[in-house]
């Protein structure tokens, strides 16, 4: 009998010996940062200023591993997964625009409610472009594109959250006043009122936090899961208390993209803690840094909650917010459980 010369299954060479077809996951972002740790500098200019900023930033970051490449989103997302994901969603959310719209509900709205949304809904585009901005620095200064395109899709999620808000802004401007919609509004308060100037100093300060593990650190960690709380849970709950059922299921919706953006920050702490488990140190270093601006901030915007018509205390929205992050930081290897060691 003939030997078999049947050809061994080929494999796809970026994945190693793995003998199987590559998902598209893995083919759309699999060693796609051929520039991360490449020998003599990362970009082909020498003694181009962006290598020095790569090298300090990235490569001199104290959160490295030895292999980023085999860490992986829990969802695995593709930009197409996403696309369409998120249009079954947008529908959704189109459909209760049109509903209130139609129904006028933001006339029937009282003018103390109003008033509490001038100083805190109207803002909400400057913290929110912040955040949109930092997850985009992270995703340009990850070391794996399959870290990259996580952020990538984070900082879409912001975008479309500050879409709906501003779209919403200028129907309450249709029906209570065109100056709600006016630019000097939003940007007078974000500016001066005092109520912001916590969260304002803190999040400018997270645009100067150039070490690309600081700056997941201090986004993913720490502010993002304390304001995702304050505006998902908290807000879209005093609204509900306010009869402004828009807002409420509004800002419930937009809570399912911050659970996917806990998800895969989770994720990658643990994957870096199975891989060194000193990082926990490291880690640990810079949400014990960032925490107290953040919960300070979230103490000073809960003064708006106590002033609604049905109002919260600042102190249960800021007991709130710590236990939510709290939780995200057990579930990323960082802290022990309630009544844990």
């Known amino acids: 009998m003939a030997a078999n010369t049947r050809p061994k299954p080929k494999t796809w060479s970026l994945l190693g010996d793995v003998r199987r077809k590559p998902s598209p996951y893995e083919v759309t972002a699999s060693q796609f940062h051929y520039h991360f740790r490449r020998d003599p500098q990362p970009f082909e200019h020498a003694g181009m200023p962006l290598n020095a900023w ?69 803002p909400l585009r400057f913290p929110l472009h912040i955040l949109q901005m930092t997850g985009l620095y992270v995703a340009q200064m990850a070391p794996s594109s399959f870290i990259t395109n996580c952020a990538d899709f984070q ?89 402004d059922h828009f807002l409420q299921m ?20 643990r994957y870096s803690l199975e891989r060194d488990p000193q990082l926990a140190d490291v880690l640990g270093g810079w ?20 002033q609604a018509a049905h109002p919260v205390a600042a102190a249960d929205v800021v007991e709130a917010a710590a236990a939510a992050q709290q939780l995200h930081l057990v579930a990323c290897g960082l802290a022990a459980p309630s009544g844990g060691s």
């Open 287 to 306: 949400v014990s840094q960032w925490q107290p601006q953040i919960l300070e901030a979230v103490n000073s915007l809960g003064e708006l909650f106590e």
């Open 155 to 243: 900082a879409a999620d912001e975008m479309r959250r500050i879409q709906r808000i501003s779209y919403w802004t200028k129907v309450l401007a249709n029906a209570h006043g065109d100056h709600l919609a006016a630019t000097v509004t939003a940007r007078t308060t974000w500016e001066r009122d005092s109520v912001w100037q916590p969260t304002r100093e803190a999040l400018e300060k997270l645009l100067i936090a150039y070490d690309w593990g600081e700056s997941f650190a201090a986004l993913n960690l720490v502010v993002k899961p304390l304001l995702d709380e304050v505006l998902n849970v908290q807000f879209a709950a005093l609204a509900g208390q306010n009869d």
């Open 54 to 122: 790569y090298l300090q930033h990235r490569e001199g970051s104290p959160f490295q591993v030895e292999d980023w490449e085999q860490f992986r989103d829990p969802f695995k997302l593709t930009y197409r997964d996403y696309i369409a994901r998120q249009d079954e969603r947008e529908i959704f959310v189109d459909k209760l625009i049109d509903q209130n719209e139609l129904a006028e509900s933001a006339q029937a709205l009282g003018p103390q409610w109003v008033a509490t949304l001038e100083r805190f809904f109207v």
């Open 250 to 269: 509004l800002f419930t919706e937009f809570h399912e993209d911050s659970r996917r953006s806990q998800l895969w920050s989770a994720e990658l702490v």
